[in-house]
């Protein structure tokens, strides 16, 4: 039983251009969140998504991000005009329904030169 | 916004010995749960608190969720090599299921 795979595993942009990281949920799963980590701190919550539905995109910064997760195919994270501050792991977790307990993808390390 | 203090930041020990960490919150959690990350992976779930005052083991590793809902314990008895990484707490809000929040973690170094 795969578990949540994301790719790439790492990315490289230069300063003003785009970055698509996507995130596969586990087989079942219907709920997707991403989250953004900084070097020797904990994860922060960025979004939470169901199927074609955003569900709560508090820690999402308002400009630049988005994130879609489409009836078929993986959830998108999308940073648009990407800036030196916008390098660090990027985490996807899965859950089946509205539950407490996450399932993480191994992460897509951004980093902007 | 909600924030979580995990004391220690660190911590150095020798192989065998137990080790106890903890998290609190300004606010109320409904759910605690606890993390092991590794390097370079995502975080994996070691227990799920789901009521004050539950305590609920898993192997070595045995959790608490506080009476006042501002708090969470791990304890880790016999530590082991393999017990190496970094332990986050994380504090689930009632009002927000799927939105968590993260403690800053404590790193673990075990010696053998």
């Known amino acids: 039983n795969a578990g949540v795979m994301q790719n790439p595993r790492h990315l490289v942009r230069r300063r003003g251009q785009e970055a698509r990281l996507r995130c596969s949920p586990m087989?079942?799963?219907?709920?997707v969140y991403w989250y953004r980590q900084l070097p020797e701190e904990g994860l922060k919550f960025m979004v939470y998504l169901q199927k074609e539905n955003i569900i709560d995109e508090s820690g999402m910064p308002k400009e630049r991000f988005s994130a879609e997760f489409p009836k078929e195919g993986p959830s998108i994270l999308r940073i648009q005009q990407v800036v030196r501050g916008d390098s660090a792991a990027y985490f996807c977790?899965?859950?089946?329904?509205?539950?407490?307990?996450?399932?993480f993808g191994p992460g897509t390390r951004l980093t902007v030169t | 916004g909600q924030q979580l203090n995990q004391s220690p930041q660190s911590m150095f020990i020798q192989e065998g010995e137990d080790v106890s960490m903890n998290c609190t919150s300004s606010?109320?959690?409904?759910?605690w749960l606890w993390y092991k990350q590794d390097p370079g992976e995502g975080p994996v779930l070691l227990i799920a608190l789901y009521k004050a005052g539950e305590l609920t083991s898993n192997g070595r590793l045995t959790a608490q969720f506080g009476i006042t809902r501002k708090d969470s314990f791990l304890n880790i008895s016999a530590s082991i090599p393999s017990d190496v990484g970094i332990y986050f707490c994380a504090g689930f809000a009632n009002t927000n299921a799927g939105k968590s929040t993260f403690g800053d973690g404590t790193t673990l170094t075990v010696k053998p």
């Open positions: 977790a899965s859950s089946p329904r509205t539950t407490y307990e996450q399932y």
């Open positions: 087989k079942g799963h219907s709920h």
């Open positions: 606010s109320i959690f409904n759910t």
